[in-house]
């Protein structure tokens, strides 16, 4: 398989992290696995396959555009044949804005988006058909989340909360940070939920998780317990009881079994 990694134009940069195209390669005609776990952003998937793509939780064939939510349950998606990808990674907190909905309503699930667009997505998936190349489909799928993009439903609070949580690998006292902003816990956590699609806890813990990713996946460690007190673990126990509940598998089995498949997400942080 064959990955890349793309930087949004600069107007999409406002609500998209990055792009991630994913092609099987010509010769392919095998099954392909694509291990999916935990980073912190919701996505736009958009996918083309002779055979479909599907979950190992469920045999129905997944839509070809769909939006999901924050992925906490590590997920494997699997196909046959020659298939292209492309993931636009969205920002934790633009849910809402781009399609006025409560982002906690599909946390670990997907969503059909002509479910959401009814009007739009059926003439772009037949311009998305018709595409002579990735590029096209990319600037296709661009221009469409410019159209419904709001300019004035941005959570301010919620962009700002999440970039410190980000900035700081988890690291944060969450106590701190609704004072800052002025706000109760309770109406904290609740506007949390509904805009990211977990608690401001859980993100953290996302953030910590992949900081940790990072370092497990480029070697940087002399011993996981290195890599458990830089990111913030009470011990190497606490860290390997982390990272099996985000990816299934202890960071040891990881190294050795699905590193080659954890290409779908980048090892990046949120």
Same mark, same amino acid.
């Given at each position: 398989?064959?990955? =890349? +990694?793309?930087?949004?134009?600069?107007?999409?940069?406002?609500?998209?992290?990055?792009?991630?195209?994913?092609?099987?390669?010509? +010769?392919?005609?095998?099954?392909?696995? *694509?291990?999916?776990?935990?980073? &912190?952003?919701?996505?736009?998937?958009?996918?083309? +396959? =002779?055979?479909?793509?599907?979950?190992? $939780?469920?045999?129905?064939? *997944? $839509?070809? /555009?769909?939006?999901? &939510?924050?992925?906490?349950? %590590?997920?494997?998606?699997?196909?046959?044949?020659?298939?292209?990808? #492309?993931?636009?990674?969205?920002?934790?907190?633009?849910?809402? $804005?781009?399609?006025?909905?409560?982002? $906690?309503?599909?946390?670990?699930?997907?969503?059909?988006?002509?479910?959401?667009? %009814?009007?739009?997505?059926?003439?772009?998936? !037949?311009?998305?058909?018709?595409?002579?190349?990735?590029?096209?489909?990319?600037?296709? #799928?661009?221009? /469409? *989340?410019?159209?419904?993009?709001?300019?004035?439903?941005?959570?301010?609070?919620?962009?700002?909360?999440?970039?410190?949580?980000?900035?700081?690998?988890?690291?944060?006292?969450?106590?701190?940070?609704?004072?800052?902003?002025?706000?109760?816990?309770?109406?904290?956590?609740?506007?949390? !939920? =509904?805009? #990211?699609? #977990?608690? %401001?806890?859980?993100?953290? @813990?996302?953030?910590? /998780?992949?900081?940790?990713?990072?370092?497990?996946?480029?070697?940087?460690?002399?011993?996981?317990?290195?890599?458990?007190?830089?990111?913030?673990?009470?011990?190497?126990?606490?860290?390997? @009881?982390?990272?099996?509940?985000?990816? &299934?598998?202890? %960071?040891?089995?990881?190294?050795?079994? /699905?590193?080659?498949?954890?290409?779908?997400?980048?090892?990046? +942080?949120?």
């Amino acid at each position: 398989m064959n990955f =890349n +990694s793309i930087a949004p134009t600069l107007q999409l940069s406002a609500f998209v992290k990055h792009i991630e195209v994913i092609t099987s390669g010509a +010769s392919l005609q095998s099954e392909s696995y *694509l291990r999916f776990f935990a980073d &912190g952003c919701p996505g736009i998937l958009f996918s083309q +396959s =002779n055979h479909g793509f599907f979950t190992d $939780s469920c045999n129905e064939k *997944l $839509s070809s /555009f769909y939006l999901y &939510g924050q992925t906490i349950k %590590p997920i494997n998606l699997f196909s046959f044949g020659q298939f292209t990808k #492309i993931i636009f990674y969205l920002k934790p907190h633009v849910l809402g $804005s781009l399609f006025r909905i409560n982002a $906690s309503e599909i946390t670990d699930t997907c969503l059909d988006i002509s479910l959401l667009q %009814p009007k739009e997505t059926p003439i772009l998936l !037949e311009k998305l058909s018709e595409a002579a190349s990735v590029e096209n489909q990319i600037r296709l #799928i661009s221009d /469409f *989340l410019l159209t419904i993009a709001s300019k004035d439903n941005s959570d301010l609070i919620l962009q700002q909360a999440t970039e410190t949580i980000i900035r700081y690998n988890g690291e944060v006292i969450l106590t701190d940070l609704h004072k800052k902003f002025s706000l109760s816990e309770r109406t904290f956590e609740r506007r949390f !939920e =509904n805009s #990211i699609g #977990i608690s %401001p806890r859980l993100f953290a @813990r996302v953030c910590r /998780f992949r900081s940790a990713l990072t370092q497990l996946h480029t070697y940087d460690y002399t011993k996981l317990s290195d890599i458990a007190y830089e990111n913030g673990f009470s011990d190497q126990s606490h860290f390997i @009881r982390t990272f099996k509940e985000f990816t &299934g598998v202890t %960071p040891k089995l990881y190294l050795s079994e /699905f590193e080659n498949n954890f290409a779908a997400q980048p090892i990046v +942080s949120v």
